[in-house]
């Protein structure tokens, strides 16, 4: 499995700050989507400044759906799996940020679950297409 690209990565206490004031949301049973316009401003210190404008995600897996952090890595890792394998170059010019956040729940070890759910959310939020 492959990590994201840092370029795709989402990072800094500013910039989960905009997007939990700024995003549009959609839940679903497993994980909620917040999907904010990407604000580059924010992100100048981080030095990544031929991407600023890009498509970038952050997953967020809290202790609560599992302490151990291996497991809420293998989460993780499946996700941006997923996410890497159905993403087309195109759609990095996207310009939004995303925040996957993974509710406390049993279902959060069934891997199909997780991943139709994933999804569907990245399709009604019109972020990659069919």
């Not at 049973?29 to 970038?56: E, G, Q, V």
């Not at 202790?63 to 890595?73: F, M």
């Not at 195109?90 to 049993?106: F, G, I, R």
Request: proline residues 2%; charged residues 25%; positive net charge.
């Amino acid at each position: 499995m492959m990590a994201l690209p840092k370029a795709m990565r989402l990072k800094g206490h500013r910039t989960f700050d905009y997007i939990h004031k700024n995003s549009v949301k959609y839940y679903g049973k497993l994980m909620t989507f917040k999907i904010a316009k990407s604000n580059p401003k924010i992100l100048i210190s981080h030095k990544n400044i031929n991407s600023l404008n890009n498509f970038k995600i952050a997953i967020a897996i809290s202790k609560k759906v599992s302490k151990k952090a291996v497991v809420r890595n293998k989460i993780r890792r499946v996700l941006q799996d997923y996410l890497l394998k159905n993403f087309n170059q195109e759609d990095n010019h996207k310009p939004y940020w995303l925040l996957v956040n993974l509710k406390s729940s049993e279902s959060c070890n069934d891997v199909i679950k997780l991943l139709e759910e994933f999804q569907h959310l990245i399709f009604k939020s019109g972020l990659l297409h069919d």
